[in-house]
C-alpha cells in the first residue's frame, strides 16, 4: 500500500450528518494535509496539521493526528449537500518537498 | 487573481502525437508541480520545480519532459504520445517553503489518446 491511503473508500451520510474519514500513513512526517475535490475541479487545500499538533479545527472541519499510530483524521460536522466530493490526505517524502496523495475517499452527502 | 491556469483544458491526440500542456501561476510561488490523475490511482506525481530553470522527476517521469523557463510557468511535454497516457494531468504550486505550504491546483487538463 502506498503512503497516505484514505480510509474508506467511499461514505454516503444524510445531510446534517457528521462525516469522519481517515488516512494512515507510512513514514515520519513533519506535516499533513487534506484537500476536497470537487467533481471536474483541481484539488483545494483544506487544513495542514503539523507533526507536533495533535488537533486542528477550521470551520465544520476538525482534523486529529497520532504520530504514534501514523494516523489522520478528518470530520466534518453538520454536512451539507455541498461536501459532496472526494477527499485527499497528502503527506511529504521524507526528506524532500514531494507529496504522496492517497486515493481518496469519496463523500456523498444526500439532501 | 487567477491562482494556476492550466491550459488547454481538453485535447484528444492520436498515438505518436506530440503535445505541450501549459501551467502559468500568478502567485509568485517558487515550487511547481505535474501531476496525473487516474481511476483508482489517486494523484501521481510526473515532475516538479523548485525554481525557474531547475527540474526533477517524480513518481511516474516516463515519456514526459518539461521545462521551466519563466517562474510563472511549468510546461508539460509529450514527445510521442501513447494510450497509457490517457488521464487527467493536474499542475500544483506552492511557496518558497513548499514542504511546509499547501499547494495549489489548476482546474486540469483532460487527455484522451487514441
Known amino acids: 500500500s502506498q503512503q497516505g491511503e484514505e480510509d474508506p473508500q467511499a461514505l454516503s451520510i444524510q445531510e446534517g450528518e457528521n462525516a469522519t474519514m481517515n488516512c494512515s500513513y507510512k513514514?515520519?512526517?513533519?506535516?499533513l494535509q487534506w484537500y476536497r475535490q470537487n467533481s471536474g475541479r483541481g484539488l483545494v487545500h483544506l487544513i495542514l496539521?503539523?507533526?507536533?499538533?495533535r488537533e486542528k479545527h477550521s470551520g465544520r472541519l476538525r482534523v486529529t493526528l497520532d504520530t504514534s499510530k501514523k494516523s489522520s483524521s478528518l470530520l466534518i460536522t453538520a454536512s451539507r449537500a455541498a461536501d459532496t466530493a472526494s477527499y485527499f490526505c497528502?503527506?511529504?517524502?521524507?526528506?524532500?518537498?514531494?507529496?504522496?496523495f492517497g486515493t481518496g475517499t469519496r463523500l456523498k452527502v444526500l439532501a | 487573481n487567477a491562482g494556476v491556469t492550466q491550459t488547454p483544458k481538453f485535447r484528444v491526440l492520436k498515438t505518436g502525437q506530440s503535445m505541450t500542456l501549459l501551467c502559468a501561476q500568478d502567485?509568485?510561488?517558487?515550487?511547481m508541480y505535474w501531476y496525473r490523475q487516474d481511476p483508482g490511482m489517486g494523484l501521481r506525481l510526473i515532475h516538479y520545480?523548485?525554481?525557474?530553470?531547475?527540474?526533477a522527476k517524480g513518481e511516474v517521469p516516463d515519456g514526459y519532459n518539461v521545462s521551466r523557463l519563466k517562474k510563472q510557468n511549468f510546461l508539460l511535454g509529450l514527445e510521442s504520445a501513447a494510450p497509457s497516457q490517457t488521464s487527467v494531468y493536474f499542475c500544483?504550486?506552492?511557496?518558497?517553503?513548499?514542504?511546509?505550504?499547501?499547494?495549489?491546483f489548476g482546474d486540469g487538463t483532460r487527455l484522451s489518446i487514441l
Open positions: 500544483a504550486s506552492s511557496k518558497e517553503t513548499g514542504g511546509n505550504q499547501p499547494q495549489h
Open positions: 513514514t515520519s512526517i513533519n506535516n
Open positions: 496539521i503539523r507533526s507536533n499538533e
Open positions: 497528502a503527506t511529504p517524502t521524507s526528506g524532500t518537498y514531494k507529496y504522496i
Open positions: 502567485m509568485n510561488h517558487e515550487y
Open positions: 520545480s523548485v525554481g525557474e530553470g531547475t527540474t
